[in-house]
């Protein structure tokens, strides 16, 4: 493959005008020690960097690609509604038809409300949260990332059921104070969080299959645990399904795990490709949003016509015949060759995977949650990474987040990528 120079000449062009040359800390490829390749274009299954360099995508723009790049469809349509206007900052009919698309096929959503990204889904989520609840404080997951707001933007603290530690300079200590950091799949802490700060806890948020330390599965009983210690409790519970939100399920985790939250933000795959985020629940919770109710929330480019036509024909198209059994299929294949190439070799991978996503880790123990999840060898995976990269294959340039597939990844590409993959796994 030839060398991305053209890549390497616009980083440090876009080095002088964007902080750290990117607009989202990830892809400056600093984790793997390495500059990012810069993308001029996608289809289907592929992306082509600037140099006209051909890759298997496995990111998938983080996950909303679940139909590949440039779906006709998806494409036909946006190219009808952008003649009709961009924004009006007005209500229209595509808002309703995609809120209607959403509430049919999530069991806990009654109401929805559009916002601009999965961020702005679950900052206004706990803002809903504390304002129905008249409570304050937020116990989250570590390792569960929900954006970058102040609220949730927070590091565990010194043991489990403690208030956390701002995770960022510019996020007061103050508001740390109001969130409460405990392990992924641990029951105890939860219990224990509550003993200490219940009557004050005003929501639990967490991702139902935590996806952004890498995929990692909820252990048996353990939502259906959260959604009992919070109705017992007077506390809200969130889900942050926009990564799994239509992906894993058609009515994402909550279809799939039977668990009904009271809140559930939504991203990604519902704008099909184009910036969107929503938050919905419960009529009587969702009521509470002005202009009904006393908590405020507003955004000038919400409900974006755009990303209402590219969401509306996504779920539409996911709606139809057998297609999420396909996608399991798919995921199934790839993760059991790669299983059996590394198993034949004897290096220790752990894989984690359900229907449209996996990880896998460089560790010999089972991966849970946060702590194990660190403990994977990052070395080695810096070297894994850029040779796949080489050979073609476009993964996350980070060991802790997750692998995409699209319908678009035919079976010639999960073979070309096993194939790659046995020569990478053997040369390490």
């Not at 949730?152 to 403690?162: D, K, M, V, W």
Request: net charge negative; with cysteine; hydrophobic share 40%.
């Amino acid at each position: 493959m030839e060398k991305a120079n053209k890549s390497e000449e616009l980083f440090s062009r876009a080095r002088e005008v964007i902080p750290g040359g990117v607009n989202s800390p990830v892809r400056a490829f600093k984790t793997v020690e390495s500059n990012p390749v810069f993308i001029d274009r996608g289809e289907g299954p592929y992306i082509y960097d600037v140099d006209g360099n051909r890759y298997i995508d496995y990111v998938l723009s983080w996950g909303p690609l679940i139909l590949g790049h440039a779906h006709p469809e998806v494409v036909q349509n946006l190219h009808k509604a952008v003649f009709k206007g961009t924004s009006y900052g007005a209500p229209t009919r595509l808002e309703t038809e995609l809120a209607e698309i959403i509430v049919d096929a999530l069991p806990a959503v009654e109401k929805v409300r559009m916002v601009n990204s999965g961020t702005e889904a679950t900052m206004s989520a706990l803002r809903l949260a504390r304002g129905y609840t008249g409570r304050c404080k937020i116990l989250k997951m570590s390792g569960c990332y929900h954006g970058h707001n102040d609220s949730l933007l927070i590091e565990a603290g010194s043991g489990p059921a403690t208030l956390g530690n701002p995770g960022s300079p510019g996020i007061p200590e103050s508001f740390a104070r109001e969130t409460i950091v405990v392990p992924y799949n641990d029951f105890e802490s939860v219990e224990k969080a509550f003993a200490v700060y219940g009557s004050d806890i005003a929501a639990v948020i967490l991702e139902p299959v935590a996806a952004n330390m890498g995929v990692i599965l909820p252990e048996e009983g353990y939502l259906n645990f959260l959604r009992d210690i919070t109705r017992k409790e007077g506390s809200l519970l969130i889900f942050d399904e926009v990564i799994t939100g239509f992906r894993v399920a058609y009515g994402g985790a909550e279809e799939l795990y039977g668990v009904d939250p009271d809140l559930t933000c939504l991203g990604k795959i519902i704008g099909g490709g184009l910036p969107v985020g929503a938050y919905g629940g419960r009529r009587e919770i969702m009521d509470y949003i002005a202009p009904d109710g006393p908590v405020y929330q507003a955004g000038t480019l919400s409900g974006n016509p755009l990303a209402m036509t590219a969401g509306i024909t996504t779920l539409k198209i996911l709606g139809k015949g057998n297609f999420y059994q396909q996608l399991r299929e798919k995921t199934d294949y790839l993760v059991r060759g790669m299983q059996e190439i590394c198993r034949d070799k004897g290096i220790p991978v752990r894989f984690n995977s359900l229907t449209g996503l996996f990880s896998q880790f460089f560790s010999e123990r089972e991966v849970r949650d946060y702590q194990s999840a660190s403990q994977t060898d990052r070395k080695l995976f810096i070297k894994f990474f850029k040779m796949m990269l080489e050979k073609g294959i476009y993964l996350a340039p980070s060991p802790f987040e997750a692998t995409f597939i699209s319908q678009a990844h035919q079976q010639k590409d999960l073979d070309q990528t096993l194939e790659i993959y046995r020569e990478v796994i053997n040369s390490l």
